[in-house]
């Protein structure tokens, strides 16, 4: 059985605006196994981002365990939840959140900025990052020279940069065309068949989410169905459509010609 | 910065220019009250009052009429010296013959009731008893010698001259010149302590019986001082000499004494005035500089919420990719210092090109120095060095600059304190929501 990356236990989540309380997450429980690609769904304010935020150390459940690589942050005062966002959690937003006076590179360098590794050391890495996600050749622009797909994907080298446990992304795909939304959750999806990297994505947009490999439906801060999506067959080199083999870097099924 | 700068410079200035002000009063009243005490008993008789000055006559009118303003150069027999040395509790008398010489220069002036043509002479002829023990005791001959020596005992065909002298005679220190037909040989120059214009007349000494001979003046003189043998028989001989000698002008220390305390007193004033002014300034420059300081750290907190709070979604992100509350605030900690600083050195060059000018404008005017063409008018002491003053020149020294680079550093870190740790508390997931 594979290993679980992370794990909540009943988590709730209540947020007091004024007198009215308002259930964000209820009694939620998950399982994200190692290597896994899992889309969130759900329509808006039935608790995606808050749920995120809980998974990222970003907020904190009122209720409940969040089990992240075996430890519960939940119960982590802030002094050392910085240390578990830096270390084990990679983060993808939906407005890329790339600082804008810094180049390509140096916004990759940045999460390693705290470690210890040397200035050489993580221009290196992140120049082979940068290579990764595609982008040779740009580590000197700004973001502003950079279109929309491409600063995401400098953000998803970034959030690569501490070879984080589990890579979260919010609405990754929320501010692209239809041209960009498909290459970056194939940039996903390849991280995730090459480098065996855990991701948890949010979305709305359900085409986007069928490319995952599996699906959870939140409503009311429940998940309140789970299904497969095409992904799983991806992995194993076969197209989800018509079976044939695939290449993982093909764009559309050489047989059936269907977008993967 | 810049005012934190230039207004310590231009204290500091202002302070160094008062002190200055302060020695120089102090020095020239002790120099005169010394050199009072030390003429304490001496009594000037002269033949006529104040120093010659001949006016010349309306162009046109025959020249033997009496000049129309012009003094009357009087002398009296020697022999009187001989009477007054008589005279109880005198010590020494020193006779002086001063004569205008016949060489003369002329200026026209035009004025509405028609054109004068005003004639001086162009130089006094005085001649000095050379007596070793007069030389010696007594400040009879100019001091301010700047070539070739004074005059002696037993000199006789040479003479001293004032440094303005030698353009018009062309000679320099062992020339040779014609005084009314007698050659001198010229054996030292000296600096006249008088630059007043009205008396720029050349000088020149010699001994009295060459200037008796070359003036025609034989066995006659101008001048008596008169040394008593205390400072108490000064009254005593001065009255036994006006008695007899009603011709002669007297005038004792007393009488030197008035005019030098009615100056000390305007120096006081002067003194205090200043003084007053400078802690006035002081007061408001202390004010200033808090006023500066409390409006830098006011600009540097406002200006870092104001970045902050435009920067909450980049602290969410800074925040969920790993940076500690720690960093955040060293992050924007160390943001408002470089901003103080740059502003710092910025300020720094404006107050060290501009600090007289901003020292000016930002601090009352200290006005000195507008008061001191009254003491002009002593013209004794004109050159005593209390006019030498400029404006007061504020030049930040490099101690003012490293201070206020470290008081830009400080209010730097103090006025962005808060809003860094502001920034450090930011809960990354409402930064997120922030746009």
Known sequence: MSEAVLKTENVSRTFTMGKREIQALSDLNLQVNKGEFVAIMGPSGSGKTTLLNVLGCLDKPTRGKVILDGVDVAELPEKKLYKIRRNKIGFIFQTFNLLPYLSAIENVELPMECTKKSKSERREKARKLLGLVGLSGREGHRPQRLSAGEQQRVAIARALANDPAIILADEPTGNLDTENKYEIVRLLANLNINSGTTIVMVTHDSQIATHTERMLLLMDGKIKKEKQGLHLTKKKLMCPYCGSKIQVDDERCPNCRKRL | ?435
């Open chain 2, 1 to 435: 910065m810049a005012i934190m700068v230039s207004i310590p410079a231009g204290i500091v200035a202002n302070q160094e220019s008062t002190q200055r002000l302060t020695e120089n009063f102090n020095s020239t009243i002790s120099n005169m009250q010394e050199e009072i005490n030390k003429t304490a008993t001496l009594i000037e008789c002269r033949t006529s009052s104040g120093q010659g000055m001949s006016f010349g006559t309306p162009s046109g009118t025959p020249g033997d009429r009496p000049s129309f303003g012009s003094r009357q150069e009087v002398f009296v027999s020697e022999t009187v010296g001989d009477e007054i040395g008589s005279i109880e509790g005198v010590k020494d008398v020193v006779p002086f013959l001063e004569k205008s010489s016949n060489e003369t220069t002329s200026e026209t002036m035009n004025t509405p009731r028609g054109s004068f043509t005003i004639s001086r002479p162009l130089y006094t002829i005085t001649g000095v008893c050379l007596n070793s023990s007069f030389i010696d005791n007594y400040s009879i001959l100019p001091t301010n010698i700047t070539g070739g020596r004074k005059l002696r005992e037993g000199d006789s065909g040479v003479l001293l001259m004032s440094s303005n002298l030698t353009i018009y005679f062309g000679v320099g220190v062992g020339g040779k010149v014609w005084i009314n037909g007698e050659s001198f040989v010229v054996v030292g120059i000296y600096e006249p302590a008088n630059q007043s214009r009205m008396e720029t007349r050349g000088e020149v000494y010699m001994n009295i019986s060459d200037a008796q001979t070359v003036t025609g003046q034989t066995g006659n003189v101008s001048r008596f001082d008169v040394y008593a043998e205390d400072v108490s028989d000064v009254d005593g001989i001065t009255n036994v000499i006006e008695a007899a000698y009603s011709e002669l002008y007297v005038t004792t220390y007393k009488d030197r004494l008035q005019s030098v305390q009615s100056m000390q007193e305007r120096y006081t004033q002067t003194l205090s005035s200043a003084e007053s002014t400078l802690s006035q300034t002081q007061t408001v420059a202390t004010q200033e500089i808090i006023l500066a300081v409390v409006a830098t750290s006011l600009i540097v907190l406002f200006v870092m919420l104001y970045t902050v709070r435009e920067r909450t979604k980049e602290i969410g992100t800074l925040k969920a990719i790993g940076f500690s509350n720690w960093n955040v605030m060293s992050q924007f900690m160390l943001e408002g210092i470089m901003l103080n600083l740059v502003a710092g050195i910025v300020g720094i060059a404006i107050g060290s090109i501009g600090a007289p000018i901003l020292s000016g404008l930002l601090l009352p005017s200290m006005n000195l120095f507008g008061q001191s063409g009254s003491f002009r008018a002593d013209s004794q002491f004109a050159n005593s060095g209390v006019f030498g003053l400029g404006a007061a020149t504020a030049t930040p020294d490099l101690q003012t600059m490293l201070l206020a680079l470290g008081a830009a550093i400080l209010l730097g870190a103090l006025g962005s304190l808060y809003p860094a740790w502001r920034a450090s508390r930011t809960r990354p997931a409402e930064a997120m929501r922030y746009e």
